[in-house]
């Protein structure tokens, strides 16, 4: 018997399953971006410059235009005005439907420019013919996948969906969103599909319309449903019990005890809470999953090393990971002298692992992470590895969390192969997860994407804080900014430059990074176009940029820039006599640890640096940074970035260099910076600005699970989303597990990690 050859996709098929409709409900639930009002036709003598219109004339004359760019050009009378219809690319099909004579319905944006009344492009057909009865839709799409072939597609899918439809959620849920906002999900879906052309679109564009906020009621609640379920998941997971074993004697002091008996200053009550909230989760049969967030610079370090301890102390092992090795080798050193006096007795001590360690370092440190020896282990990505085999993981901390993959933090929780008293593996235990970032969350967003997380929040910084003054300053002044550089450095102080590029060449940003460099991949924070805007209304600085991040006119964009290596040799040259060093991804390991050690003990004037330094950096003499080109950075990198000086005693500034013209996003951008230096404040503008996608980053995260629902606007619907999720699965599962897959698919496991 002939076996039967798989059906070959075409490539609008093909286009159709790299954006995710595979499903009837993926179809049903791809609305429009945009809508054209096909259902009547304008007067041609009445349309004005930009307007898109649609009519019917006759073709009066249409001619080819010679040469190697041939061009179709066609004349249209509608009685007293004429239009000529410009095609730059055509096929025969045009010329006989456009032949003289021929009536034509056209649609178009109508121009008048130098050559006349004219549209390019437009699309036409022959005349006559009934009328659309509702606006045609827009949808998104991609290469290969027509507007029309894509109608069919939706149109069918949506028939097929509605015929299996049920409601999912009980309608006493429902009624709590109001009366006025009721729609069923049939009628919603429908309407936005081909809404009829007297429906008002400013509400639909604007998404306020009731079918729009059924949709978003729909879309959070099938989020919160799987959050809830992955966090009741989680909750039968057993992991190691972190309480202290008993004392040898009676006067040894507990590992956290003694460590904060030998710091040189004493916690803040945030810090102290925080400790306290992360000890009582490690105390627990279940693995804690707790994400620590504060300000940079609110010691969040502190908090992670009590945390170690407390871990340590129970005869388990730590392991914290950094994004990059320049942050992995300074939370190292602050971790050793806190940490190896106390471990030496008891046999224990800090470990350290990178990618770029020699071979013999390695192994030795290998061999003590397998044996236990290693209490604490301190390292980038290469914890991840295959070979880094622990003897007792416990505890896993992730520094600057959103700077990892779900993957990646995922490895790092698989590493626990502990051995129970028999010597059998504990196969069933999962280690406790702590997670730290210094870009701090807004309600909406922990509320939306973080619901199956714990959260511990530091909101106040230790005392003796200098605050940092912001300034936006023209590229104009660069030679005044200079001379201030000058200036600080003659008073003992040190300075930051960064750019955000390496060398002159689109792909070199420190962003991307070159394959297997320190800095990982950051998306959506350079360059970043909101989520709610265009790329034509931000301005050059945006050009080509979609909602991911990518695009060939940002990267034309970044070859305006003035690259780090450039910079530094300006530098070098204006300030004769100071030490001005230079800092980025491509340079080799050694390299950039020297670099940094230097600029840490003030044997560097100024350090010009891409944004390698962004997370973690801490040097307490330096007052000056200078962000270059800082209308190109997301609020959260500024913020970031700005956090490097105000760590001494001196007086501490950061100056935001821009380059004219701005674009109204890059002014708000900066706007924020100058007027507040709270954490809490520029995130929440951050996510007004670029969305969620953007704040978390796509490389992050994951694509962005919510299309529809913004988490500002809508946070009522959120809070009713959150509270009737609990109630689903309490009363309701079989509805609420029907609900998730509806919508989620199989991205549901996105929301696990």
């Not at 028999?422 to 973080?450: D, F, K």
């Not at 380059?659 to 708000?668: D, F, I, N, Q, Y």
Request: hydrophobic share 45%; with cysteine; glycine share 8%.
């Amino acid at each position: 018997m002939a076996t039967a050859q798989p059906r070959t996709l075409s490539p609008a098929q093909l286009a159709m399953r790299k954006l995710g409709l595979t499903r009837d409900w993926d179809l049903a639930l791809h609305l429009p971006l945009r809508y054209e009002d096909e259902t009547r036709l304008d007067a041609l003598e009445l349309a004005r410059d930009g307007q898109t219109v649609q009519f019917e004339a006759t073709v009066v004359h249409t001619e080819v235009s010679p040469g190697p760019r041939r061009q179709l050009r066609v004349t249209v009378s509608e009685g007293r005005a004429t239009c000529v219809l410009r095609f730059l690319a055509f096929y025969p099909g045009h010329l006989k439907t456009l032949a003289v004579g021929e009536r034509v319905r056209v649609r178009g944006e109508f121009k008048s420019g130098l050559w006349g009344r004219e549209m390019v492009h437009p699309v036409f057909k022959p005349a006559g013919g009934p009328l659309p009865e509702a606006l045609t839709p827009v949808y998104p799409t991609s290469a290969g996948l027509p507007q029309a072939y894509l109608r069919k597609a939706v149109s069918t899918g949506l028939a097929r969906a509605m015929r299996q439809h049920t409601e999912c959620i009980p309608i006493e849920y429902l009624r709590e969103i109001g009366h006025l906002r009721m729609m069923n999900l049939r009628d919603a879906l429908f309407f936005l599909h081909s809404p009829p052309p007297q429906v008002s679109l400013a509400e639909l564009e604007d998404r306020s319309h009731p079918a729009w906020t059924r949709l978003k009621a729909e879309e959070l609640l099938a989020q919160q449903l799987s959050q809830q379920l992955a966090r009741r998941e989680r909750d039968h997971f057993r992991a190691p019990v972190l309480v202290p074993a008993p004392a040898s004697t009676p006067s040894r002091q507990p590992l956290d005890q003694a460590l904060l008996a030998a710091l040189p200053f004493a916690l803040t009550v945030a810090q102290r809470r925080v400790v306290a909230e992360i000890a009582a989760d490690l105390a627990l049969p279940r693995p804690m999953h707790r994400l620590l967030q504060g300000d940079v610079g609110s010691g969040k370090t502190i908090v992670a090393a009590l945390a170690a301890c407390l871990c340590m102390e129970a005869g388990w092992q730590c392991a914290l990971m950094a994004p990059t090795e320049i942050l992995a080798t300074q939370h190292f050193a602050k971790l050793v002298g806190w940490l190896e006096p106390l471990l030496a007795p008891r046999g224990l001590k800090v470990a350290w692992l990178t990618g770029s360690q020699k071979k013999k370092e390695r192994t030795a440190m290998l061999a003590s992470i397998a044996s236990g020896e290693a209490g604490l282990v301190v390292g980038t990505h290469a914890l991840i590895q295959e070979q880094v085999v622990f003897a007792r993981l416990a505890l896993a901390i992730i520094d600057e969390q959103h700077r990892f993959g779900v993957a990646q933090r995922l490895a790092l929780r698989d590493k626990l192969t502990a051995t129970s008293d028999t010597g059998q593996p504990a196969a069933s235990l999962e280690p406790h997860l702590l997670m730290m970032t210094a870009t701090p969350i807004p309600r909406t967003l922990a509320m939306s994407y973080y619901a199956d997380l714990d959260v511990s929040t530091i909101d106040e910084l230790p005392p003796g804080r200098t605050p940092i003054v912001t300034r936006v300053v023209s590229d104009e002044r660069r030679d005044e900014l200079i001379a201030r550089i000058a200036a600080q450095v003659a008073q003992g102080r040190q300075a930051y430059w960064v750019c955000p590029l390496i060398e002159e060449k689109p792909e070199e940003t420190e962003e991307s990074g070159p394959s297997g460099g320190d800095a990982l991949s950051d998306e959506g924070r350079l360059f970043a176009t909101p989520s709610r805007r265009s790329a034509a209304d931000l301005g050059p600085e945006s050009a080509g940029r979609g909602r991911s991040g990518r695009g060939g006119g940002a990267a034309q964009a970044t070859l305006l820039l003035r690259n780090v290596t450039a910079t530094h040799a300006e530098l070098s040259e204006a300030l004769p006599g100071v030490q001005v060093a230079l800092l980025h991804s491509r340079l080799p390991t050694p390299e950039k640890k020297a670099v940094m050690e230097a600029f840490s003990r003030g044997e560097t004037g100024v350090l010009v640096s891409t944004t390698v330094i962004e997370v973690g950096v801490d040097v307490p003499n330096a007052s000056l940074m200078v962000i270059e080109h800082a209308e190109r950075f997301g609020l959260s990198q500024l913020h970031q970035l700005r956090g490097r000086v105000g760590r001494g005693a001196a007086a501490s500034a950061c100056v935001l260099l821009y380059t004219a013209p701005l674009s109204p996003h890059g002014r708000e951008r900066l706007k924020a910076m100058a007027q507040t230096a709270d954490g809490f404040e520029i995130a929440r503008i951050d996510l007004a600005l670029r969305g969620p996608g953007e704040f978390l980053g796509a490389r992050q995260s994951g694509d962005a699970l919510l299309r529809f629902a913004d988490l500002e606007a809508d946070a009522d619907l959120l809070d009713w989303a959150r509270a009737t999720a609990v109630r689903m699965l309490d009363h309701y599962p079989e509805l609420a597990h029907e609900h998730m897959h509806r919508w989620l698919g199989g991205k549901s496991d996105f929301l696990k990690a």
